[in-house]
């Protein structure tokens, strides 16, 4: 997954569970290094999206209808989840699912099972994890079900690393934790950008998201409503009233700034390739 390639190109993805349709020919690309972001309220289809890429949203009962994706220029569509994680993606799942009654040591070894990896390759990572997040080498031993809840989710993101990932999915990272486990593991997403791996990172705290990011995707009732430059959703009314908690005086006023001062943000359009045309406007979800 080298060079100009996108780490990760979804096109005109449609998924489900049985009947009902969680993703409509969603597209959205994250360029080679990058961290883009998915926000979008309870409900949006964030998860279904990520399990769509890993391929194991047929362990919760969905499937993918149509649609492809592909990661460093190669097709994901069709392959069992271990070769997606053996091709470079790894995915921190939502409610960070660590193995409980498990060492930390053993939920980071499990980790490093979808990859082929030598000896040395394998230390190397794991003094990366240890790096990122000392407290997972100071609880080796311990069960993980003892971790506090953000290590837990430090745990999982330790985990995901095991594998070497070249893009990282990671379903709501934040959610449940107090705002400074929350800023601290924002500042982990950073520095293992930093590193080289490309993120995918799906929230609904979109202020923390928005900051990590560098280009943003409004997903709303399994649709791409919004997207653009991470600052330019920022700075949009919508985004801020509805997903950044702005009140509308200050939204009012700071929208007509951004309408001038930002111009390329990118709106739902149902003549464009990929609107269904069928859009309502009242399915619309309040977050905090
Ligand atoms: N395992 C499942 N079986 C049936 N429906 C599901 C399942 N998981 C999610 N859904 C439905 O798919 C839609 C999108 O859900 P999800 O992707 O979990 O949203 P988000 O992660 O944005 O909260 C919702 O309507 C949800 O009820
Ligand atoms: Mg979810």
Redesign the pocket.
Known sequence: MQGTEPALEVTDLTA???P?H?LRRVSLTVPAGAVVTVL??????????LRAVSRTLRF???AVVSGTVSCGGRPLDGLPPDRVVAAGVSQVP?GRQVFARMTVEDNLRAGALGRRADRTERAQALRRVHALFPVLADRARQPAGLLSGGEQQMLAVGRALMARPELLLLDEPSLGLAPLMAARIADAIREINGQGTAVLL?EQNAALALRLASRAYV?EV?EVTLSGPAAELAASDEVRRRYLGVVDEDAAADAARARTDHPALSRWDPAAPGGTGSRPRDRRQETR
């Open positions: 489900g569970y049985g009902v969680a979008g309220g309870n409900g949006a289809g964030k998860s279904t999206l919760h009962g969905g939502e799906v997903l399994g």
